[in-house]
């Protein structure tokens, strides 16, 4: 969550993004209050991919920004239901990118129950005759 304000650290905090950009995550953040949140939505970056001081690009868009102002004006359940809604539109799409770059694709469940967990070798092994 972020009050606003401009971004002093923008340059660390763009690159921390980008090096998390190949990494299997998300970031969401939720603005609180009527600040300038222009610096959010510059990390959120959903019309181009985020790009550092050294002029490395961000593998794949990995935030979300949320103004919770603009959910709270509608009220009720259903401003709740929008900002839930509008908090996690973006997953999908950023999970589904992480296993395209990956080149990994959904598997089917196997049938069947899970196999059991290994056995816990700290703990004393019991023997039954």
Do not use: C
């Not at 923008?10 to 209050?33: C, E, K, Q, W």
């Not at 510059?42 to 102002?69: M, P």
């Not at 239901?81 to 296993?99: G, I, K």
């Not at 967990?117 to 039954?128: E, G």
């Amino acid at each position: 969550m972020t009050y606003g304000y401009a971004l002093p650290d923008r340059a660390d905090t763009v690159a921390a993004l980008v090096d998390a950009s190949s990494l299997p995550m998300s970031v969401i953040i939720v603005g609180v209050g009527s600040e300038d949140f222009s610096a959010m939505e510059y990390l959120d970056s959903d019309n181009q991919k985020l790009r550092d001081d050294r002029g490395r690009i961000a593998a794949r868009d990995i935030v979300q920004f949320v103004e919770l102002r603009r959910h709270l004006q509608t009220g009720g359940a259903g401003g709740r239901d929008r900002l839930a809604r509008d908090v996690l539109a973006e997953l999908p799409a950023q999970l589904t990118e992480y296993m395209r770059l990956r080149g990994l694709k959904p598997g089917v469940a196997a049938s069947g129950p899970a196999p059991p967990p290994p056995p816990d070798p700290s703990l004393p092994t019991v023997t039954t005759y």
